[in-house]
């Protein structure tokens, strides 16, 4: 026999190792020293929730899970209150692992490669923050298209978080983890992480984790792999930088589940709708029963629960229902969602399919890119972009007490921190002309039932008036833009559209010559007393 023939025999009759089969099981344990690995004298944790997405699992006296192989699922930890999540390399908390044994459809932003997996462990730190506040900072579309709206993001959002919670006073009895530089204790960010270019994603994550915080992340429409022959897909290469796309987390305080509400339909128009998937019902099926009732649970989704275009079907009302059955026995209860860059407060009802005993409050928050990094720069170089309502680009910032409630602020981005109404009134009137005119009053978190007051010179306090019509501010705007005969900025500042917390005050003309001071005020929800000022002259003019 020729010595190659033999040596292909030799080859042939060979043993072949076989791989091992892929596995979804593995611990979840305290991880005592923080390394990340499971050392002989760390103990499981038993109970912990873990979940591919669809079914939910807890662990046992030893700590261990075991969930079915089921590949293009994410395997992930609900993180128990009490607890943490070490840090991923991106600054991301470490509680998913993906179960691909084949490689995902072939898309332009990567998807999920192929990963064999074998078993794998989570650790868990204990968390030194005591039960009584959580605060967490909310994100709506940071929605970057280029690397230099990457640098306004970290610039006019995160570093001005930063700077806000630096120059605020301490509390009288600050969490032990919270610092200046970490001023909150989780945050969210409510979808269109980036606006289409999903390679913006690492530059993103590492802005973000200037925080300090762990960060949890819903899909939106501009976080899609477009190139996906099916919504099934369309998620790949999300979920390669931000784990699951339906997961849950608890805090002492509040639970939060997040969900990929963006069903894509590829070949369609629209191409894609707002709705749920029957594997994320079987989620919360499995998962909302054993939920305590007194604790908080909030909903975060991208697209809003509710149609901000009466009559057109923007999310799907046969999965809104069955989502309000699920939830209609938490007496605790609130929706964030983003999604449309103008902010609004829509309250539930019959009419949406809400049958709880009480109106089921949605945060529709505005976006952190405000009107998508446009209008004219600031000193900084950083885009105005107010968004088309008047609401100034920023976060909202949720406080969440132990027994149930909850508080909500818009933190204006370089604006004062106790900043929440802007003003437009003329600067000059005609003594005695008829009082046709009036200051306009944007209350950035203004309730459809909030009393909006205003007082000229002193005078009496009189209610004003709740108008949906555009805030003269953007119109104003919006004839800078078309009277300039160059470009004033990237993108000109976006159209105006009425606003859903302007309110209206008329302007008296009868005073004496002069300037007068314009003074209004609202009494907040959550915040209190909030004021601000403008003035107006009047010129006496000969007949």
Same mark, same amino acid.
């Given at each position: 026999m020729r010595p190659l023939c033999l040596i292909a025999v030799l080859l042939f009759a060979a043993p072949v190792a076989a791989l091992p089969p892929p596995c979804n099981s593995g611990a979840v344990f305290e991880d005592l020293d923080g390394n990340g690995r499971r050392d002989g004298n760390e103990p499981g944790i038993p109970g912990v929730a873990v979940s591919d997405g669809r079914r939910i699992v807890r662990t046992d006296r030893r700590g261990e899970y075991h969930l079915p192989v089921e590949p293009g699922r994410t395997t992930f930890v609900i993180k128990p209150p009490g607890w943490r999540f070490a840090r991923r390399a991106d600054g991301l908390p470490d509680f998913w692992r993906h179960v691909q044994p084949q490689a995902g459809p072939v898309l332009k932003h990567g998807g999920i490669a192929a990963e064999f997996p074998a078993c794998r462990d989570f650790g868990l730190q204990r968390d030194r923050r005591q039960p009584g506040l959580l605060q967490a900072l909310v994100f709506g579309d940071p929605q970057?298209? $280029?690397?230099?709206?990457?640098?306004?993001?970290?610039?006019?959002?995160?570093?001005?978080?930063?700077?806000?919670?630096?120059?605020?006073?301490?509390?009288?009895?600050?969490?032990?983890?919270?610092?200046?530089?970490?001023?909150?204790?989780?945050?969210?960010?409510?979808?269109?992480?980036?606006? &289409?270019?999903?390679?913006?994603?690492?530059?993103?994550?590492?802005?973000?984790?200037?925080? &300090?915080?762990?960060?949890?992340?819903?899909?939106?429409?501009?976080?899609?792999?477009?190139?996906?022959?099916?919504?099934?897909? +369309? =998620?790949?290469?999300? #979920?390669?930088?931000?784990?699951p796309d339906t997961l849950a987390w608890e805090e002492h305080e509040a639970s939060f589940v997040l969900l990929d509400n963006v069903i894509y339909r590829p070949g369609q128009k629209p191409d894609y709708l707002g709705g749920l998937r029957a594997d994320q019902f079987s989620f919360?099926?499995?998962?909302?029963?054993?939920?305590? #009732?007194?604790?908080?649970?909030?909903?975060?989704?991208?697209?809003?629960?509710?149609?901000?275009?009466?009559? #057109?079907? +923007?999310?799907?009302?046969?999965?809104?229902?069955?989502?309000?059955?699920?939830?209609?026995?938490?007496?605790?209860?609130?929706?964030?969602?983003?999604?449309?860059?103008?902010?609004? *407060? *829509?309250? *539930?009802? @019959?009419?949406?399919?809400?049958?709880?005993?009480?109106?089921?409050?949605?945060?529709?928050?505005?976006? @952190?890119?405000?009107?998508?990094? $446009?209008?004219?720069?600031?000193?900084? &170089?950083?885009?105005?972009?107010?968004?088309?309502?008047?609401?100034?680009?920023?976060?909202?910032?949720?406080?969440?007490?132990?027994?149930?409630?909850?508080? =909500?602020?818009?933190?204006?981005?370089?604006?004062?921190?106790?900043?929440?109404?802007?003003?437009?009134?003329?600067?000059?009137?005609?003594?005695?002309?008829?009082?046709?005119?009036?200051?306009?009053?944007?209350?950035?978190?203004?309730?459809?039932?909030?009393i909006v007051e205003y007082r000229v010179a002193g005078g009496e306090w009189r209610p004003m008036q709740k108008v949906e019509r555009a805030d003269p501010r953007v119109l104003a705007e919006n004839m800078r833009d078309d009277e300039a005969t160059a470009l004033r900025g990237h993108d000109r500042s976006p159209e105006a559209v009425p606003s859903t917390h302007l309110w209206r005050g008329t302007l008296p003309t009868d005073l004496a010559p002069g300037e007068h001071a314009i003074e209004v005020r609202t009494r907040d929800r959550w915040r209190g007393l909030l004021s601000a000022e403008a003035s107006y002259r009047l010129e006496a003019v000969a007949e």
């Open positions: 970057p298209k $280029s690397a230099a709206d990457v640098g306004y993001y970290e610039r006019g959002i995160v570093e001005a978080v930063m700077a806000r919670h630096a120059a605020a006073p301490a509390s009288a009895d600050p969490p032990p983890t919270r610092s200046p530089r970490n001023a909150a204790d989780l945050g969210l960010t409510l979808g269109d992480v980036v606006h &289409g270019d999903l390679a913006l994603y690492p530059a993103m994550n590492r802005a973000t984790a200037r925080l &300090g915080l762990p960060w949890l992340h819903v899909a939106g429409n501009h976080d899609l792999d477009f190139d996906a022959a099916r919504d099934e897909d +369309s =998620l790949l290469s999300f #979920r390669r930088n931000y784990g919360l099926e499995a998962y909302l029963p054993a939920l305590p #009732r007194e604790r908080l649970l909030v909903v975060a989704a991208h697209i809003p629960f509710f149609e901000p275009t009466p009559g #057109r079907e +923007s999310f799907r009302r046969a999965d809104r229902e069955r989502l309000f059955a699920l939830l209609d026995e938490f007496p605790n209860l609130l929706l964030l969602t983003a999604h449309g860059h103008v902010q609004r *407060h *829509h309250f *539930h009802d @019959a009419a949406t399919g809400w049958k709880g005993g009480t109106p089921l409050h949605e945060y529709n928050l505005g976006a @952190a890119s405000g009107a998508f990094w $446009s209008g004219v720069k600031d000193a900084r &170089g950083i885009p105005d972009a107010t968004m088309a309502d008047g609401t100034p680009k920023g976060w909202a910032l949720l406080s969440v007490p132990v027994h149930g409630e909850y508080s =909500l602020r818009w933190e204006a981005a370089g604006a004062a921190p106790d900043a929440g109404i802007a003003l437009h009134a003329p600067k000059v009137l005609r003594r005695g002309a008829y009082p046709a005119f009036g200051v306009y009053a944007n209350v950035y978190m203004g309730l459809p039932d909030a």
